[in-house]
């Protein structure tokens, strides 16, 4: 078995140790003498997996009493539409553009009523986070909107916006766990997991009790209303039953770790080692503004097509796999999500000195 230091922006690396667990449990999970991906979703085994989950999450992320926890289907996308079905009461909300995929939040929630884009960073390609400490908010804005980590471009919020009172709802699938955050902040916490927790097919959104309408906009089906899901505590229909347990298994592997302060200690430590070449380096360019600077994906190029392809290939060839910058953008991206390891990071910048030197 060879495995590769897997630089995916999404799905992406888990953790060895969980990977591990769910393989042994595979066959015969606790005594039930069945797989978890075998037992009904109503059953007391499930029961216990799915609660204790969502107890872990929240004991991770300090979550309080009045904000609920949902295991969804749909992605990350989903939410896209089911924020404005359900918190859009004026048919108004606030938007900051910093990518494609607040880009793709925005442009969806237009279908269903006015969608302001505040601010923007597309005029220097999302290299950097606008100013959000005054921006003119419409009064009767249901919310505003952020991607707080840009797992496209590689920029990260370092500072949540000044709301002006409005309900902040933030798309965090690609910095999910991977510092501590302060749930209060917060109307709406939402992500795919398949990012930095667990295995693609779970969105999970933390929602504030008292932002879970009665009522949504006409025509909203009942699997996109937060209030069907609330109500029945994820098991309104099948929920993505494996895939929870997977994400139950990374929340005791991060407990055991230490929580979200040491993990936030590790992923600057790995974070550092590579911004720091990339500032030194005389052949690859860190592309976005350091302030901004995520500490879970790394976008960085040659300046040279030609050279960036050869690097993808090359590095592809000493096992550091999916380094290749998103489709649309170019270059190289590293996504060091929790579960890559700081030896990974080391092998990379050990790579791409040797590569420098041989290209200089
Ligand atoms: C990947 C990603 C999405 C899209 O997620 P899906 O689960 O594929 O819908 C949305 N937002 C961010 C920040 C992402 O990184």
Redesign the pocket.
């Known amino acids: 078995m060879a495995r590769v230091y897997n630089f995916s ?2 799905p992406a690396v888990l953790p060895e140790d969980v990977l591990t667990a769910c393989a042994e449990e595979m066959l015969d999970y606790n005594h039930s003498g069945m797989s978890v991906m075998e037992m009904s979703h109503r059953s007391k085994v499930y029961d216990d997996i799915i609660k204790e989950a969502e107890s872990d999450l929240r004991r991770l992320m300090d979550i309080p009493d009045n904000y609920k926890v949902l295991f969804l289907q ?5 939410q896209f539409a089911m924020i404005p079905m359900n918190l859009m009461k004026n048919k108004k909300a606030a938007y900051i553009i910093t990518g494609e ?1 607040s880009k ?1 939040a925005w442009q969806e929630a237009q279908i269903y009523g006015e969608a302001v884009a505040v601010a923007s960073s597309a005029d220097e390609s999302f290299s950097y986070i606008p100013d959000c400490a005054d921006l003119d908010i419409p009064a009767d804005a249901d919310y505003l909107y952020i ?1 707080e ?4 471009y590689g920029t990260k919020y370092k500072k949540l916006p000044n709301t002006k009172g409005h309900t902040l709802v933030s ?4 910095c999910f766990l991977s510092e501590p955050v302060d749930v209060k902040e917060y109307g709406i916490i939402f ?2 997991v ?2 930095n927790i667990g295995p ?1 097919g779970v ?1 999970i959104v933390i929602i504030r009790e008292d932002l879970v309408p009665q009522e949504c906009l006409p025509g909203t089906p009942t699997m996109l209303k937060y209030s069907t899901h609330v109500k029945a505590d994820s098991l309104y229909n099948t929920p993505p039953a494996y895939g929870i347990y997977v994400c139950g298994k990374v929340f005791k592997w991060l407990l055991k770790n230490g929580g979200l302060t040491a993990m936030k200690e590790y992923n600057e430590k790995k974070a550092a080692i590579l911004y720091d070449f990339l500032d030194e380096s005389k052949l690859f360019n860190g592309v976005v503004r350091k302030e901004d600077r995520s500490l879970m994906n790394v976008c960085f190029n040659t300046g040279s097509k030609e050279l960036d392809d050869q690097f993808v290939k090359e590095s592809k060839a000493a096992g550091l796999d999916n380094l290749k910058g998103y489709r649309t953008v170019g270059g190289m991206r590293a996504s060091i999500y929790n579960a890559m390891p700081l030896a990974g990071v080391e092998k990379l910048v050990e790579f791409m000195k040797d590569f420098e030197e041989r290209n200089k």
């Open positions: 922006a999404g749909g992605g990350a996308s989903q995929w793709k991607c980590n840009n797992t496209i798309d965090v699938s690609s992500g795919g398949q990012k693609a969105v």
